[in-house]
């Protein structure tokens, strides 16, 4: 019964996102205020529907309502209560609830805190926003309708894939669909923008915060992601290059570049069409990512939902609404003309290579992603693109990002001096050629990774602290670090941020490099050596877990002759579905992982067993949350408290119970 | 839902991918090896080397890529071997051939045009003045602004 409810509500919403697409549109072309004030009352109740059917949808599957074919099929009564929560958006229709949920939150947001928007304009971004939503709500009543019955219910249900059964992924979507569908605000602003054809400061002071806010939970998302990946997949990887993390990475890097040309927008009213397309190519991207998940075109590991004709409804969506917003920018884009004029060399020149490197290594993994399928569809050749190939066509683009970015950041906006900036950089470039040759001289293999990656993380990591500190003006140093704290917070989100990437491709290059590896056959009380350290294998122990199997291994790690950690890899087996996991028990350090995985029993007795260690494994994420949390600094300047209810977003997602 | 069980165990499962009875003793012919299969797509997989993968087929394969490289083929012979039996689709970096060099060249094309044109598009649009620091008169009022 309570279920129905919710199902009403989303066909209600769906009929008020009807009318917001349309009468705010109207109002605005006509000037008529009562229809443009339309919009508001119409976003806020749209979420509070669309919040009721959530929070129906979820209370089925906390109670194990058997009878919602979808509960049926994606959980378990036996099932810890965490995952039965989880499990709401982990399958198709429940994550395209998720997906409409938050893009109804965004929408609401633009309503609740747009109050100093010119009326035209917010009533446009408003009715953008729902035309969104209203081509989400089709696609979810018409083609994956959560709230559909089973006439006979089952007496228990089929349990959710045991790989998703775990707390990275738990959280992930929900991160990466704020993400994904926070950049929904700036393509809507962009329309609208379009539509009115006016961008001007107040504009790139709006759709800033949105982008910056969006950015962050879509760089959360992507880290837990690959935490998960590397966990859980039992092989230490962090980033496979698969299709679907290629999905999620590029609007990453188109928004990375919006959020650079937006400032640009804001403090010196230039580069104002090239910002228009960003927006609009990053939710364009947003929806190609949505795209080769639903449809399964292309060969992933992450294929949990598809369908083909899933797919073609999003593919009319990203159709319709990239062409049109590109069709309307065509049309519209001449007539946005810049204000603030700039030299050659100067911040806004630095933030145009950034935006230029960053749009052509999203290019990069767009190509690789759709290459299989438009060289069979074109050519008839039947051919796959994989890590090698990424590794060697992108890594060079984010070298080149690493190298400019400590420059670029300290020229001055309008005319800048590169002189100027190389002479504060010169002792940074020295500390990290220096320390670049260091790490080359102590590896053994000699690869020029390591050595590199640390070169450039020390560069950049140096080059952010160097550009804070060039802030504080000039003085004694006591006068210069009391005028560090008192620093504009965008200022110090930036050099976070900025040194969070470092930190990222330090812990990538080291651990790609460095790292170390053992694969043998062990019997209980074997001790072997791997690196500097011994490992000692106790024994195995069957066990039972609230709704799996589990055989675990007991292991010491030594070094030196001293126990460093005891760990505990598993081997489970859910019987539900059917399916065996493998937990790798991981030692986690900030110099190194001790990652250890057991494997089969082997006929001639023992078990397979791997043992890794990963140097500054931890890096790669510490690096991702230092961005977020610069991103999330930044959103906390005073000068941007438009920003705060986006940053409210993540307590509001979350349903009641 | 069964094919998309089957997909999930191929994929899933458990993997643990080189088998410690498959590695060869010799470290220098194993790490060609595992460099070898690294580049191999699995053929019966979603988008797995032969390395990570546990399928039945990839453990044959990274056997075959051992007993190749033991008989004293060279590494790109090995990869031709494969090749001829399953077509390119098992290479997961593709040659830089006929249609492909588009895969390949699209990138570092996009980027010499994109300079170009923001190159252009900055010369053309109206330029703040270079920068040439401070005349003499400005110099001496900044100092005396900072001695106050």
Not at chain 1, 296 to 303: D, I, M, N
Not at chain 1, 338 to 358: H, P, Y
Not at chain 1, 377 to 396: C, I, K, N, Q, Y
Not at chain 2, 92 to 113: E, F, K, Q, S, V
Request: net charge neutral; charged share 15%; glycine share 10%.
């Amino acid at each position: 019964m309570i279920t129905e409810l919710g199902h009403f509500a989303l066909i209600l919403a769906f009929g008020i996102a009807l009318m917001q697409m349309v009468v705010p549109m109207v109002g605005a072309h006509k000037g008529w205020r009562g229809w443009m004030a339309f919009a508001e009352p119409a976003a806020t109740s749209q979420f509070i529907l669309v919040g009721f059917a959530f929070a129906t949808l979820t209370w089925a599957f906390v109670t194990s309502d058997f009878s919602l074919k979808l509960v049926y099929e994606n959980s378990h009564s036996a099932k810890p209560m965490i995952y039965k929560i989880s499990g709401v958006w982990g399958n198709h229709e429940g994550s395209m609830l998720l997906w409409l949920l938050i893009l109804t939150l965004f929408g609401a947001c633009a309503a609740w805190f747009g109050g100093n928007l010119p009326a035209a304009l917010r009533a446009r971004v408003l009715g953008v926003q729902a035309s969104i939503a209203v081509a989400f709500f089709a696609f979810i009543l018409f083609t994956s309708n959560p709230f559909l019955r089973l006439a006979v219910p089952p007496f228990d249900g089929r349990d959710l894939n045991p790989l998703l059964q775990d707390p990275g992924l738990a959280f992930h979507p929900p991160f990466l669909y704020l993400g994904y569908v926070g950049l929904s605000m700036a393509f809507s602003f962009a329309v609208a923008a379009l539509i009115e054809g006016r961008v001007d400061a107040a504009w790139g002071r709006w759709v800033r915060p949105w982008t910056l806010a969006a950015w962050v939970f879509l760089t959360i998302g992507i880290a837990l992601g690959s935490w998960w990946a590397y966990y859980e997949l039992g092989w230490g990887g962090f980033w496979f290059w698969d299709p679907v993390e290629n999905a999620s990475f590029m609007p990453w890097l188109i928004a990375t570049a919006l959020l650079h040309s937006a400032i640009v927008v804001e403090k010196r009213e230039s580069l104002k069409s090239w910002t228009v397309l960003l927006a609009i190519l990053a939710f364009g991207f947003s929806l190609l990512g949505a795209f080769i998940v639903r449809s399964g075109v292309l060969t992933s590991v992450h294929a949990f939902a598809n369908d083909p004709e899933r797919g073609l409804y999003i593919l009319i969506i990203l159709a319709v609404f990239v062409g049109g917003a590109l069709t309307l920018y065509a049309l519209r884009a001449g007539a946005m003309e810049a204000k603030g004029a700039f030299g050659m060399v100067s911040r806004e020149s630095g933030i145009v290579l950034n935006n230029i490197l960053l749009a052509v290594s999203a290019l990069v993994v767009f190509v690789g992603t759709i290459w299989p399928l438009a060289a069979e569809m074109l050519f008839e050749r039947t051919l796959s693109v994989g890590p090698p190939f990424f590794d060697s066509a992108f890594t060079p683009f984010m070298v080149a990002i690493a190298v400019v970015m400590p420059f670029g950041a300290l020229l001055a906006w309008k005319r800048g001096s590169i002189g100027r900036a190389g002479r504060q950089m010169v002792l940074v470039g020295v500390l990290a050629v220096a320390l670049g040759g260091l790490a080359f001289a102590v590896q053994t293999g000699r690869s020029a990774l390591g050595p590199v990656g640390v070169a450039l993380a020390v560069w950049v990591i140096l080059g952010a602290a160097v550009d804070l500190w060039s802030r504080t003006g000039r003085g004694g140093l006591a006068g210069r670090v009391g005028r560090l704290a008192r620093l504009p917070r965008a200022d110090w989100g930036k050099s976070v941020a900025h040194a969070g990437m470092g930190v990222t491709i330090f812990g990538v290059a080291a651990m790609t490099a460095w790292q170390q590896e053992d694969i043998r056959v062990a019997q209980v009380g074997d001790r072997f050596a791997v690196g500097a350290y011994e490992v000692e294998f106790r024994g195995v122990e069957n066990g039972q877990g609230p709704n799996y199997t589990t055989l675990m291994a007991e292991m010491a790690v030594y070094r030196d002759g001293a126990v460093e950690a005891v760990l505990f890899p598993e081997k489970r087996n859910y019987p539900v579905a059917q399916m065996p996991t493998t937990e790798a028990a991981i030692d986690n350090g900030f110099t190194r992982d001790l990652y250890l995985v057991i494997g089969d029993p082997q006929t001639g007795g023992g078990y397979a067993v791997r043992t890794y260690i990963k140097p500054f494994a931890n890096w790669i994420w510490g690096g991702a949350i230092l961005m977020a949390l610069g991103g999330f600094i930044s959103l906390s300047d005073r000068r941007l408290r438009v920003a705060a209810g986006a940053a409210r977003v993540p307590a509001a997602q979350v349903p009641a119970e | 839902m069964r094919w998309l069980a089957l997909a999930l165990t191929l994929w899933a499962a458990p993997l643990l991918a080189v088998q410690p009875g498959e590695m060869l003793d010799d470290p220098v012919l194993e790490a060609r090896a595992r460099e070898i299969s690294t580049g191999l797509r699995c053929p019966v997989c979603r988008n797995e080397s032969i390395d990570e993968s546990n399928a039945t087929l990839s453990a044959d394969l990274r056997v075959m890529v051992r007993e190749r490289l033991v008989a004293g083929d060279t590494d790109a012979e090995v990869v031709a071997a494969i090749v001829d039996r399953y077509g390119e689709f098992v290479l997961l970096r593709p040659d830089a051939t006929g249609a492909n060099l588009i895969l390949w060249l699209a990138a570092p094309a996009m980027l010499i045009a994109a300079l170009g044109i923001g190159l252009v598009t900055l010369r053309r649009r109206p330029t703040a003045a270079s920068d040439t620091g401070l005349s003499e008169d400005e110099a001496k009022r900044v100092a005396e602004i900072l001695r106050s």
